[in-house]
Each structure stands twice: as structure tokens, then as C-alpha cells.
């Protein structure tokens, strides 16, 4: 207890707390960044003979979240445990592998970097207690989702789903809204986007989002309420216009190139949650409501 009553009295020590624990999650992110889209592919293709009634393959060695342990994809060497540092053993090795030399992305240490950066500042924002931590949860989830919907156009249900119904449990101790407000959020959320998919493919014959979308602003809804849905639909539109446009003009492609949608939702939905209340009233105030 005395640990608990510390970090519940010295804000700055809690801050540097949920900075450590971001990084070290932040590590282990990349490994379900990188392995839970082959861990899905792989049971799909499992359930996909099974329904075909073909034999089982051999699936091979075990490959999950925890084994095999991580290994450099050049050389095969095995990582050990003072090179898989945060951000500390990437500039230690200097962005090379200790054992071939090859190059090591820098997408693992930013990964590590922001997950830390965002926990420090959660943790800040909303200072010690349950609210902290559940929003802690929150951002890490919204953050591995983001980075597999960027790769591969897809948002796991293993994570989605989850944090919704954690939404809907947090706020039935009334966290970030009363639970009537994130039951009809998650409702409002998952139909919205539904209605939006059905309208724009009846006026076009083509789909212009996954369900997964619909999905995640459910879960968005379930942990802010409905209130924050307008704010997160207005945001993630603007974001994802902007940056949609910025990224095809970059990489020359077609106007038909499909973007993941998902992580301008878990921004917009992260800043609703965060600042929904300032970032209306303000606008409110400015537009001569108030």
C-alpha cells in the first residue's frame, strides 16, 4: 500500500510510472502488431478445411503471442532479453541487429516511443485511479488495432470486441459516462457507420467500409457514450480526408486505393474521449451559442 498511496500523492511519479509500463507494452505491441493478423490467417485457413472437409495440415511449431520468442527475420538469431529493451537497446545496437547487421525498422522503437508518450500523458490527464487505468487499457488497444489496420486493412474482433464490453463494464461503475449512455453509444456507434456503408453501396455497388469500422466506433461509443459519436464521425472524416488525400498524392496512386478508416476513428474517438467536452463547448462559444 504504501507504493500505491505514493504514486496516488506525487503526480510526477505516476506519470514516469505509466511512461515505463507504456514502453514495455509498447514492446510487446509489436509482437501482436506483427503476429495476430498470422495467428488469424492461419486459423482461418484451419476453419477453411475443416468446412471443405479437407485434411488438417500440420500447423507446424507452436506461434502464438509468447512463442516462438522473437528472432531477427534476416538471421534467425534468437533476441535476448538486454537487446529487447525499449527504445534503449535499438539506439544501444544502433538500429542493427547484434548478429548480422541488418537493419532493424524503426517502427519498433516509434511504436515503443508512442505507446509510452501516450500512457505518460493519460496518466496525467487523468491523474491516479480507475479512470487512468481503464483510459491506459483503452490507448493501448486503439493503438495495436491502428497499426494492423494500417498493414493489413483489417481490425481484429480479438480486439475490438473485448474493449467494448470492457467499455460497457467500466462505465457501468459510471467512469467516462453513465451506462444507458454507452449501451445506446455502442447501438448509435455500430449503426451509424452500418447505415452509412448500406447507403453509400445501394448508390454505388461498391463497399465503402468493413464492418470492422463499425464495429470500433461501437466500442468507441461504449466508452464515451453517445454524446462523443458526432464529434469522433466529424473528426475522423476531416483527419482521414486530409491525410487520405496527402497519402495517395505521396504514393501516386488511384483515388480507388482503398485507406483504412479504422485508425482516424481511434484518434478521433482517443481526443473525443480526452477532450470531447472542451473541444464543443469551445465551439459552441465561438459559434455564438453560449
Not at 541487429?97 to 493519460?122: D, F
Not at 445501394?202 to 463497399?207: F, H, M, N, Q, V
Not at 459552441?284 to 453560449?290: M, P, T, V
Request: proline share 5%; charged share 10%.
Amino acid at each position: 500500500m504504501p507504493l500505491i498511496e505514493f504514486l496516488a500523492s506525487h503526480v510526477l511519479a505516476f506519470v514516469l510510472c505509466a511512461l515505463v509500463l507504456g514502453l514495455l507494452i509498447g514492446s510487446f505491441l509489436n509482437v501482436v502488431i506483427h503476429r495476430l493478423p498470422k495467428m488469424m490467417h492461419r486459423d482461418w485457413q484451419s476453419q477453411a478445411r475443416e468446412l471443405l472437409g479437407l485434411p488438417a495440415e500440420d500447423s507446424g511449431p507452436v506461434f502464438n503471442l509468447v512463442l516462438p520468442h522473437s528472432r531477427c527475420p534476416h538471421c534467425n538469431h534468437q533476441i535476448r532479453a538486454w537487446e529487447n529493451i525499449p527504445i534503449v537497446s535499438y539506439l544501444a545496437l544502433r538500429g542493427k541487429c547484434s548478429e548480422c547487421k541488418a537493419p532493424i525498422s524503426m517502427r519498433y522503437p516509434l511504436i515503443e516511443l508512442a505507446c509510452g508518450l501516450l500512457s505518460a500523458y493519460v496518466a496525467w490527464h487523468f491523474g491516479f485511479g480507475w479512470t487512468a487505468g481503464a483510459a491506459l487499457v483503452l490507448t493501448w488497444g486503439l493503438l495495436a488495432m491502428s497499426m494492423i489496420d494500417v498493414d493489413h486493412q483489417l481490425l481484429p474482433d480479438a480486439l475490438v470486441l473485448p474493449l467494448l464490453w470492457l467499455g460497457l463494464i467500466v462505465n457501468s461503475f459510471g467512469l467516462f459516462a453513465s451506462l444507458e449512455d454507452a449501451l445506446w453509444g455502442a447501438v448509435a456507434g455500430y449503426l451509424s457507420l452500418w447505415s452509412v456503408y448500406w447507403l453509400f453501396k445501394l448508390i454505388t455497388g461498391k463497399e465503402g467500409m468493413g464492418y470492422g469500422d463499425f464495429k470500433l466506433l461501437a466500442m468507441l461509443g461504449a466508452w464515451g457514450g453517445w454524446q462523443i459519436l458526432p464529434l469522433t464521425i466529424l473528426l475522423s472524416s476531416l483527419v482521414g480526408a486530409v491525410l487520405g488525400v496527402i497519402m495517395l498524392r505521396l504514393r501516386n496512386a488511384e483515388t480507388s486505393t482503398p485507406i483504412p478508416f479504422g485508425p482516424y476513428l481511434a484518434i478521433a474517438g482517443w481526443i473525443a474521449l480526452l477532450w470531447g467536452d472542451q473541444i464543443t463547448g469551445t465551439y459552441l462559444q465561438f459559434a455564438g451559442f453560449k
